[in-house]
């Protein structure tokens, strides 16, 4: 018993050796598409980003997406939040109306009822763009009884601290509210 023992830790490390890669490999491969334009709640959020694909991809899994609505006295907000850690980037998407959000409305995203926050931290020196030259996200889909929010949206970000000019396009998520 005791030389199966001894064998144990040597037998899991191998095994280690040669499952973990494949794990790391499948969590962090570059999509080849942009997820389809959907309204059913899919958990689901992308975007070119300077003709890159954006999605989210969380630390261990997790999906690195989240949407929460909140309401104060007559004005409800939706903040849309979507991760990338191993790309290191992060969209932030907050947008205000009153008295509710509205599905078919274009929400301006130049306008003092929005905001808009691109952080990318891959290099030694992080940029945060959150300058909103122009931009809209469309409202596909409001359903709070269902929690779902979907739409469409655009971007143009400039930086304070980063000369470059950060585009978004063919922006879209299908998710659900938390």
Known sequence: MASNFKHGPLLFVGICVLVCPLFY?????????????????????????????FVPNGPLGQPGLHAEISSHADTVTLIIYASNTATKKVLNVAIYDTPTLQAGKVYDLKNSTAQVQYIDYENSKSCTYDSVEEGYITLSKFELT?????????????SNNCTDVIDVRQGRFDTRIN
């Open 25 to 53: 490999s499948s969590c962090h491969e570059e999509p080849d598409k942009l997820p389809p334009v959907t309204m059913e709640g899919k958990n689901t959020f992308g975007c070119l980003i300077n003709g890159k694909i």
């Open 146 to 158: 269902e929690s779902i929010i979907s739409g469409t949206f655009q971007i143009k970000l400039l």
